[in-house]
């Protein structure tokens, strides 16, 4: 296993030490997996908390910060984290309006963070959570887990921080959270797997000319093994699926995700990217904005993910406002 | 008839606790092929913390016990198993509250009651390939008419059945957790959470008979 | 080779593409590897330009904008653009107020460099050149070509840039750019090699349990290629050289900059920011500020480099001057 | 006494050219030993851009012809490679302006003065481990007196010059260019750039001898 690492027990641990010592503008909660705003507590908002298991970064503690997150939550690599350090996440930045818990559709999350729920709502937070289930790979209907949530949280995250940070209700902010999963769609493909630290071996094989499309955020295998393919062929594999769920249809306008999923270079996104928007363009769909970069990983996992919103007005100005987070920074005027 | 007192209760749990540390590495591998590759590590990590916590509770009722334990996974394991036996554990625990030694009405009820948890949080139902599919036919079993069979045959069946039934999920197709996201490809593999469970039942019998 | 490319030849091309249909704000000098601001002769100010071969990326694209470049060549993959590539950028964003153009030290770079500013002076512009000599894993006296440049480069872009942003002189932007190059050391190091996607395999072979001090960013080799080391003795390795070169005085303030060069997780580089913290705090350095995140790469090698920048008062004021480029992006007021 | 008119200038070149593609693996091999791999890689590219920009001065002077070479390697090669043959042609080309034909003085001007652009673009010494070290001894060669040689003696002993003179890059510590940065780690490994001299020398041999 070739990784800058000490102990594989301790990465979620002195990562989290790591980053807070390089930006003042998160915090830790004292003994917790939990990083919160330098500022939190300070404003009369809805506060959103947000969080997974750890080897998504930048997820989730990327994107605290004005206009998105109040706290991330890290579990051990790839597991979800527990509902006392969720809870605690909560806790940390309540600031009596109530919280809303963005969760991705995984079993483990979602029982975790219904936990969490449970125990706020005993200590009297009012709560709600939006379950994000953007992939497409996976087909609902026969499949009662439903589909899993991947790098399109990162849209879910902007809009809802947006509607909060304009002091706007929790089931204000809830419900632009829900419009935004519903329009909603990403699906990812990968050439290599990632290693998991305390596993010190790949999570799967793959040989030298296959890729695994469908896949998810987890170093899990994806729906299908296939022979690699050009960039071109490979947009058009995830464009197809995407478009067609939802459907997105000629004359829509949509904002657009293409996420690296560790370790592919940014040069060959932009090469995926230059793909993907001539396919959308001979679909009549209307790029109205293009995010590309690594927000959502699977550690050193080589592949792409893409996610479309597609977009409303109401949606459209919560997209625009700003972000002052590590990794998404946006301009415009902050009220704060 | 059966009967399991506190000092059996531990002894399980810590048996539990090495069985998983020795299988850490196969149930990731199990893991690897239709999930995320940490369900040893997950197991590992939260009953090493329950050997941590058990010295705390010793003294306490097997209902507290019990509790304690599943409170401590929840806490530890994170992922879908922390909460899925944690509940298991906890909802076992309320059964036998205050009782330092369980006959075997208590023993049927604690399966039971686990069960119960577990279902009430993972909604699962058998044939999705779960956890859920090693433990129903386990709790059906206590079910059914013992009363002609000997402690040693029903240790030794409840093992067996659990056995065959973790077993029986390769074939299957996940319907629940994240291997359900490989439809499938999710075929032709053991579920890793059937296996720690079957682990935990085999343990659960080998101190009873005596054998661990 | 597993990459998400189409034609091996034709990934610059693009590349660049792709980059400008996600970002409005760049622009592409038609006919040419050149980007631009989109607002570019809108201000009277000395012109930056960078540059280098591509497979840097985000360098050094990501690194125009407010405060920062206002234009970027590429060569083709790790070869340094050519003098009419360059020439075609300093005359694309000239102002009449001269241009500094910004070098890293590989011969390849100093000469195409050097023939363009020949050509721009034949064409009236003003031209002054730095070149950039970060890397301390090469030593000077032995070698002419002396040490070569690599990612504390981001530090001189942003250095110069603020100071051109005040409507300086070229003879001042230079001075403070010269001024970071003189205080500024780095050193990386590598886990595994990259492949030039026409070459379609790794530039170097490495064992399963070895890693590479002291390379560049071209995918050559190290000075030196050892067994692997744990993140906190990793970072003792490259802190030490950095740091016993200068010389690094307790009592100096530096500014800190932990670069990935491609695949390495995010997780990793915060990980070795922690032992690179904890090195310098043992060392009385006290760490002004941090940037971690993969500025200059390799396409996908992984590994990491480490850059300290000592800052005085004007050189700590430049630094916190407000940038908005694709990659870094710093609040503050911008006065245009 | 040796001569070369433009047909045969313009034969040497499109053989490099072609001999720069067989190679393009092998000189960016070379190169990723002590380099970035991308040695034959750029020569290719320069080469191939070459030939397509040679029916434009077909018939011009060979002055001409030189010097549109050195600028179409310049602005298409990149890289160290690029400025050094580029501005290397430029200074041969400028030598022999408005001759059709060149005798052996026009060649020993021409590749004094191509040496001459070599070492001012790149400031080489021989023994650097460059492109010079192939140069240097032939250009020496071209100044010693020749009266009593044969044409295809010349010929013959520029080639295996610039042969042996290439293969004592192999030891040498790089004192320029990127290969300098590996200090000790350079030693042992052919210069790329020597080899690609190398090659260019042979195939202008060849057309001279008649047997390319
Ligand atoms: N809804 C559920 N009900 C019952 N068991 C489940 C459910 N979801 C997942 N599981 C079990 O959890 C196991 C995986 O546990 P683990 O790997 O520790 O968590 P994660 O899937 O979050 O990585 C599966 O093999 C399966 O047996
Ligand atoms: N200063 C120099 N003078 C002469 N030749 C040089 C010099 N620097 C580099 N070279 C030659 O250039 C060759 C490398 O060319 P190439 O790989 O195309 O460019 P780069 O080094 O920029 O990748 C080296 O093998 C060496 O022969
Ligand atoms: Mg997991
Ligand atoms: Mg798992
Ligand atoms: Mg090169
Ligand atoms: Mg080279």
């Known amino acids: 296993m070739k990784k800058i690492i000490n102990d594989p027990e301790q990465v979620v641990d002195e990562m989290l030490t790591g980053m807070v010592m390089a930006h003042p503008e998160i915090v830790r909660v004292n003994g917790f997996n939990v990083l919160i705003r330098k500022e939190s507590k300070k404003k009369d908002k809805v506060t959103l908390i947000s969080g997974g298991g750890s080897g998504h970064e930048p997820a989730h503690g990327g994107f605290i910060g004005y206009g998105m997150l109040d706290a991330a939550v890290s579990g051990e690599v790839f597991t979800s984290p527990t509902p006392d350090q969720i809870l605690e996440a909560i806790k940390a930045v309540d600031t009596g309006k109530g919280s809303l818990l963005i969760v991705k559709n995984y079993s483990g999350d979602v029982m975790n963070f219904e936990m969490a729920s449970e125990m706020a709502e005993m200590d009297g937070i009012e709560i709600e959570q939006v379950i994000i289930n953007d992939d497409v790979a996976v087909e609902d209907s026969t499949y009662t887990t439903g589909r899993r949530g991947i790098a399109g949280t990162i849209f879910v ?61 987890h170093g899990e295998p994806g729906v299908e093994k296939i022979k690699i393919k050009s960039a071109a062929e490979i947009a058009e594999n995830l464009v197809d699926s995407i478009v067609e769920d939802l459907p997105f249809k000629s004359g829509d306008e949509v904002a657009l995700l293409i996420n690296g999923l560790g370790s592919t270079p940014l040069m060959e996104l932009y090469i995926l990217n230059k793909s993907v928007q001539d396919l959308c363009r001979k679909r009549g769909i209307k790029v109205y904005k293009t995010y590309v970069d690594e927000y959502m990983t699977s550690l050193e996992m080589a592949g792409a993910s893409i996610s479309m919103l597609k977009l409303d007005d109401e949606l459209k100005e919560l997209l625009d406002e700003p972000a002052d987070t590590l990794v998404l920074k946006q301009g415009g005027k902050k009220d704060d | 008839m059966i009967n399991c007192n506190k000092e059996q209760v531990i002894n399980i749990i810590k048996n539990i606790a090495s069985t998983m540390e020795k299988n850490k590495e196969y149930l990731t591998e199990l893991d690897s092929a239709i999930g995320d590759a940490d369900h040893g ?47 298991a554990f906890m909802y076992a625990g309320r059964e036998v509250t205050g009782e330092k030694e369980l006959d075997l009405t208590d023993i049927k009820n604690l399966f039971r009651a686990a069960l119960e948890g577990l279902v009430k949080r993972g909604k699962a139902k058998p044939g999705d390939k779960t956890i859920v599919d090693t433990l129903t036919p386990v709790v ?50 053991l579920d890793p959470g059937a296996v720690s469970c079957y682990l935990m039942i085999k343990e659960f019998a080998a101190v009873l008979k005596g054998v661990a």
Do not use: W
């Open chain 1, 157 to 217: 995250h902007k809009i809802a921080g947006a509607m909060a940070e304009k002091g706007a209700s929790l089931s204000e902010v809830k419900r632009v959270a829900q419009k935004a999963i519903n329009n909603l769609r990403s699906k990812g493909m990968a050439l290599t797997s990632c290693t998991v630290p305390s596993v010190g071996k790949p999570t799967f094989e793959i040989a030298e000319d296959e890729m695994e499309v469908g896949l998810g955020i």
């Open chain 2, 140 to 189: 059906d079993y206590f079910k059914s008419s013992l009363d002609e069979k000997t402690d040693n045959e029903i240790l030794e069946e409840i093992v067996s059945i659990a056995k065959e039934s973790m077993e029986a999920t390769k074939p299957l197709l996940a319907k629940k957790g994240r291997a359900s996201f490989l439809k499938e490809r999710s075929k032709g593999h």
């Open chain 2, 41 to 87: 590590i997950n197991m590992n990590r939260g009953f090493k913390a329950v050997v941590e916590k058990l010295p705390e509770v010793e003294d306490k009722c097997i209902g507290t016990i019990l509790k304690t334990i599943g409170m401590t996974l929840v806490s530890t394991v994170g992922g879908a198993s922390g909460p899925l036996y944690g509940t």
